[in-house]
């Protein structure tokens, strides 16, 4: 940046707003800015934009730090997606249709399916859980009994946030195979925590609106190149086309109130001023830039916990996989993805001497995304290849025979906040008490777990918010959010 004051913008003009961090949220709330006239300032520590949905180079390969996919009810994301204009490299199935293979039967692998018939709700998946082969008759049985009950819920009772969904479960009468083979395969992925870890909620969220909402809801979609090609690229261009100032690798150190009711925030070599700033940065860094009196009880943003997620990464001399993704039972893999084309590898046949010299490479490359990987996440490399190898092996018939030609892992420690009971009463809304300040981030108060649906959810709110306060009109074809208090 340069390490002269910024000048073309007026102390106090009423419509200049500095936005901190590149994630979803931040740059959610700085086009949702942009877009209302207000002249912006988006600044990114990091040498891009995506938060924690980036992508990166290996040996030729454009690699996701991890997978992430949404799913219809994600209303929000996918009006992000069209503003960026990247709806069509990230579709959406046209009915839900997840593979789940089960490996502890004594009979040996078997195959079963969650999807859903063009039916009503709940009779949508009617069909799927009568013939769900990974349950017995009377737990499918008790699983529509207990999937009624949570559509009963009221998601605006605060006593939900106090109990644990795992508890919940049991008193519904499910059973630990229901819960490994059809809630916990759900809400592990969603929520990042296993059931009996889970504020019930943000449980009873998820299922209602994800699986009893809507027939539809549920059906999944993921990004078709990498996430950087959306999250950075695609989101640089509509900034720059909304006329925000974008600075990456610019690490804010303060946060100011000036007596004038504008704001000053100091980088490196410059000051801006603004009329308005949203903090879109972890509860951490948000807690250390908060200026005193902005919140109350600031320390509660230290009580929220994080949990991590794991990813391996695996590329194969061949095709092992014949499906987009696949979920697995009795066996500690999770989730895997076939990356390939994402990547940049060919699944074909190496063609003439160019194999492994620089042209374009063939096999497969998968992703293998381990949530609540408490118990993993600072294992070495050497024995997560030795562990999880041999399970992809099981699950997967065809790699018995198949090369590994590189295997590597990333790790995200503090990939979310942990949806732990109690957790909702310690996630602050948009609005701080600092006139002026706003927050932003999928851990603030969504009223949804973790999720790229509830960081361009806390954007808008907080963008909604500062224009509210700097009377200005809301874009009109904003996605329409609840703004939590």
């Known amino acids: ?49 995506g938060g924690l949905a980036f992508s990166f180079q290996r040996d030729g390969l454009t690699v996701d730090n991890g997978q992430h996919v949404y799913l219809r009810c994600c209303t929000a994301y996918r009006w992000f997606l069209d503003r960026i204009e990247g709806t069509a490299l990230a579709p959406i199935q046209n009915r839900l249709d997840v593979p789940v293979v089960d490996l502890a039967k004594p009979e040996g692998r078997r195959l079963g399916r969650l999807r859903r018939d063009a039916l009503p709700v709940p009779l949508h998946l009617g069909r799927s859980l009568a013939t769900y082969p990974h349950l017995s008759l009377a737990d499918r049985a008790r699983v529509g009994r207990a999937a009624l009950a949570l559509k009963g819920l009221d998601l605006a009772d605060p006593a939900l946030d106090a109990q644990d ?26 929520l990042n925590a296993v059931a009996g870890d889970t504020s019930l909620a943000l449980a009873a969220m998820v299922f209602k609106t994800g699986l009893l909402s809507d027939p539809g809801a549920a059906d999944i979609g993921w990004a078709h190149v990498p996430l950087g090609e959306l999250h950075d690229r695609l989101a640089r261009k509509a900034l720059d086309s909304a006329g925000v100032r974008t600075e990456i690798r610019t690490r804010v150190t303060s946060v100011s109130a000036e007596d004038n009711g504008s704001w000053t925030v100091q980088v490196p070599g410059e000051t801006l001023r603004a009329d308005a700033v949203v903090l879109a940065v972890p509860q951490r860094e948000t807690y250390d830039l908060l200026p ?31 499906v987009p993704f696949l979920t697995a039972l009795g066996t500690p893999v999770q989730w895997v993805f076939d990356r390939t084309d994402a990547s940049g590898l060919s699944t074909g046949r190496p063609e003439g001497p160019d194999e492994g010299r620089g042209g374009r490479r063939s096999g497969q490359y998968l992703a293998v995304s381990q949530s609540a990987a408490h118990e993993d996440i600072d294992a070495p490399v050497a024995a997560l290849r030795e562990r999880y190898l041999p399970e992809l092996e099981r699950l997967l018939p065809a790699a018995r025979g198949a090369t590994v030609r590189d295997f590597f892992v990333t790790r995200e420690r503090t990939a979310t906040f942990a ?67």
């Open 419 to 485: 949806p732990t009971p109690g957790v909702g009463r310690l996630r602050p809304g948009a609005r701080t008490k600092a006139s002026g300040l706003y927050l932003a981030g999928a851990w603030t108060a969504t009223g949804w777990p973790a999720t790229m649906e509830s960081a361009v959810r806390s954007g808008v709110s907080a963008a909604d918010a500062a224009l509210g306060a700097l009377g200005r009109p809301r874009p009109r074809r904003l996605f329409a959010v609840e703004e939590a208090a």
């Open 1 to 49: 940046m340069s390490d002269e004051p910024r000048s073309d913008i007026p102390e106090t003009s009423g419509r200049d707003a500095v936005v901190i961090g590149g994630g979803l949220a931040g740059i959610t709330a700085a086009l949702t800015l942009a877009d209302a006239g207000v002249r912006v300032t988006l600044l990114e520590s990091r040498p891009r934009l």
């Open 292 to 322: 005193d009196g902005a919140l109350d009880a600031p320390e509660r943003l230290l009580d929220i916990g994080t949990a991590p997620i794991l990813n391996l990464h695996v590329v194969y001399d061949r095709k092992v996989l014949d």
């Open 165 to 190: 969904f795992g508890s919940w479960l049991t008193a519904h009468g499910q059973s630990a195979r229901a819960v490994e083979a059809l809630w916990d395969l759900v809400g592990v992925a969603t």
